[in-house]
């Protein structure tokens, strides 16, 4: 028998030998259906209303003829200063939280820590996951008042609860054999986490805090409609008194600013992740 005849009764046999999962496919279309049909008959579509085709067109008509004067006005009613302190929010809450994020962490990974302490951190974070960061908003606005700090505390919380669990699983990927091979050679505690733990988790760490940014930078502008501070709570007033004209200056800037933020933080973490330039 040839090499080609024996390579193409290998491919019969293969194909022969196939999976048969046609009834599981089958199942697995007819529930994910029967999801959908059943989730639809909870939504009553009533048409758009005259008020909101009324906002969808002054949006549009806001994007395509914005207020120039407000997006170059330096004062604190200026568009730049509302985004800097969006920025500023975004900054600071993603670093407090990447922060503090680091012992609750380490305390809730099993290869560090038992596994009864481990759980017990596991359920705090999935209860900081759990709470929206508008109701974490809405919360904290009675403690500190409406503002940017709210911003900060409520981002400071939200970010703890996503950054700690892509921490535990950076952790729990370590390589046991360099620690063993540090611990063989006779290095301290110190020596070993600054030589065997941190150039492990480093790159994944940062790589999450510019991930997290990145979301908190979009979501300072949601915090501020419920008056965390920031660029949300100056559109939506706009938005509520219908000055289409500011409203586009906002969206254009936020658009602009998402886009370069985005742009750098992919090209960061793909570096970090790959050693691309």
């Known amino acids: 028998m040839s090499f080609l005849e024996d390579f193409d009764k290998k491919i019969v046999e293969t194909y022969e030998n196939r999976p048969r999962k046609l009834w599981q496919t089958l199942l697995v279309i007819f529930v994910l259906l029967g999801l959908v049909i059943w989730s639809s008959t909870g939504i009553n579509y009533n048409g758009v209303t005259q008020k909101g085709s009324e906002i969808a067109y002054g949006i549009f008509h806001g994007l395509t003829h ?3 004067d407000t997006i170059f006005n330096l004062t604190t009613d200026g568009v730049p200063y509302l985004i800097a302190q969006t920025i500023a929010i975004a900054v ?3 670093f407090i939280g990447g922060i503090l994020a680091i012992p609750i962490a380490f305390l809730a990974s099993t290869n560090i820590v038992p596994k009864w302490l481990a759980r017990v951190f596991r359920v705090f974070i999935l209860f900081i996951r759990t709470i929206p960061a508008l109701v974490w908003a809405l919360v904290w606005i009675r403690v500190t008042g409406p503002g940017p700090f709210c ?3 409520t ?3 939200c970010s703890i609860g996503m950054i700690s669990k892509m921490y535990i699983t950076a952790i729990e990927d370590l390589d046991s054999g360099i620690l063993e091979s540090l611990d063989a050679s006779g290095c301290n505690t110190f020596e070993k986490i600054r030589c065997g733990i941190l150039p492990q ?3 994944s760490f940062i790589s999450t805090i510019i991930y997290r940014f990145d979301i908190n930078l979009k979501d ?3 915090l501020g409609i419920v008056g965390a501070g920031g660029i949300g709570a100056a559109m939506i007033q706009s938005i509520n008194s219908r000055r289409w004209a500011l409203v586009g200056s ?4 936020l658009i602009l600013l998402v886009v370069v933020i985005e742009y750098a933080s992919t090209k960061i973490r793909a570096r970090l992740a790959q050693g691309r330039q």
């Not at 906002?250 to 800037?253: E, H, P, Q, R, T």
Request: glycine residues 10%; hydrophobic residues 60%; without cysteine.
């Open 250 to 253: 906002f969206l254009i800037v």
């Open 66 to 68: 914005p207020n120039w």
């Open 92 to 94: 600071l809450g993603t």
């Open 220 to 222: 300072a502008t949601t």
């Open 201 to 203: 988790l480093a790159a």
């Open 155 to 157: 981002q400071s919380i």
């Open 151 to 153: 911003g900060v505390v």
